[in-house]
């Protein structure tokens, strides 16, 4: 046997075994319970496309209802895809919408918008492998028109924001 054909032979063997290995690193796929009344469509008056949309590009990784598929639990995706929902959901949670006060919950909403838009939500990646995520243009059209009205109304959250929330708000980590 040559020296480069041991040397395919010895990586063969090893690589299903590292790969095996890895199963046994796989991160929490966390499940936070959440208080469904401060849910964004709980607090805020959706249209039906707007919730729709909301539901299929934005839910998995900006709320607590995300639905882990088989491959977030095979290592090396499933660092990737935790550490992706842990991300969205600390920048957006659509589950901890009656928690945010009237500014964070205007920058939000703000922010949809023109990342839709510029088709940086959802992730390229999400929207590959979950083609029913794609936001069509005239749901796009939707989605911002209903932003451009929630912040011209400044409507208030049916819930507000209990001390606890504030507190939880304040302590969380600027970027």
Do not use: K
Not at 36 to 58: S, Y
Not at 83 to 88: Q, Y
Not at 93 to 115: K, Q, V
């Amino acid at each position: 046997m040559t020296r480069a054909r041991r040397h395919m032979t010895s990586a063969l063997i090893a690589l299903p075994v590292i790969f095996v290995g890895l199963q046994f690193a796989n991160p929490e796929h966390p499940y936070p319970g959440s208080d469904e009344a401060l849910a964004i469509e709980r607090t805020e008056r959706l249209p039906a496309g707007v919730a729709r949309t909301l539901d299929l590009a934005c839910r998995d990784c900006h709320s607590h209802r995300t639905q882990w598929r088989w491959y977030t639990y095979v290592a090396p995706v499933s660092w990737w895809t935790v550490a992706h929902v842990n991300e969205g959901r600390a920048e957006l949670n659509f589950s901890e919408w009656g928690t945010y006060g009237r500014r964070a919950r205007e920058t939000r909403l703000r922010a949809i918008c023109p990342l839709t838009e510029a088709h940086a939500m959802p992730l390229r990646a999400y929207a590959i492998v979950h083609p029913e995520a794609r936001v069509s243009d005239s749901a796009l059209r939707q989605l911002c028109a209903w932003t451009q009205q929630a912040i011209a109304e400044g409507q208030p959250s049916a819930v507000a924001p209990s001390a606890d929330a504030r507190c939880r708000m304040r302590a969380r980590p600027q970027r």
